[in-house]
């Protein structure tokens, strides 16, 4: 099954929404947003290289990775405010490119069961302004979504036919 993510951002608001389902189950996509080994396989557009400097993945805990390719570096970090497995974790996240700081995105990550075995993945960010949401998908941000969600389907993959054997 080819699912593609759901961004939503109605004009003039403040937050957007990406909704995604996954062909496994919700503890292994848990899995594969919180452990670091695992993250850094699928995040990101394809052809970039990610580089986890910190993560602490806790209520309170903070990380911060890089993504580079042909020599540009984007470095992105944030503080986890609430992390229940396997539902639901909030946090910031910032990009650390920006002229000034104070660009921070407020963003809420759901995990739904879903009938045989698959797993729906609801996103909420909340930004400042409707400018910093407006520049956010400007930037890409939708192909660098649907790119790490397509790698991710293939981490899935090759969890699932590991833990087959």
């Not at 806790?58 to 020599?71: A, N, Q």
Request: proline share 4%; with cysteine; hydrophobic share 35%.
């Amino acid at each position: 099954m080819n699912n593609k993510a759901a961004v939503i951002a109605e004009p003039g608001k403040q937050e957007l929404f990406i909704t995604r389902e996954f062909n496994a189950s919700r503890e292994m996509v848990w899995r594969a947003h919180t452990e670091p080994e695992l993250y850094q396989q699928w995040v990101g557009p394809h052809g970039m290289r990610m580089t986890i400097e910190e993560w602490d993945f806790r209520d309170g805990g903070s990380y911060r990775y890089t993504h580079e390719r042909d020599g540009h570096k984007y470095s992105f970090f944030g503080v986890n405010h609430e992390v229940h497995s396997p539902d639901r974790f909030i946090g910031t996240f910032e990009f650390d490119g920006l002229p000034e700081r104070g660009h921070v995105i407020m963003g809420k990550t759901t995990f739904e069961t879903l009938p045989e075995g698959r797993c729906r993945v609801i996103h909420q960010s909340v930004f400042f302004s409707v400018e910093d949401r407006d520049g956010m998908i400007a930037s890409g941000m939708e192909r660098g979504v649907n790119d790490g969600y397509e790698k991710l389907d293939q981490l899935l993959m090759s969890l699932d036919l590991a833990s087959d054997k």
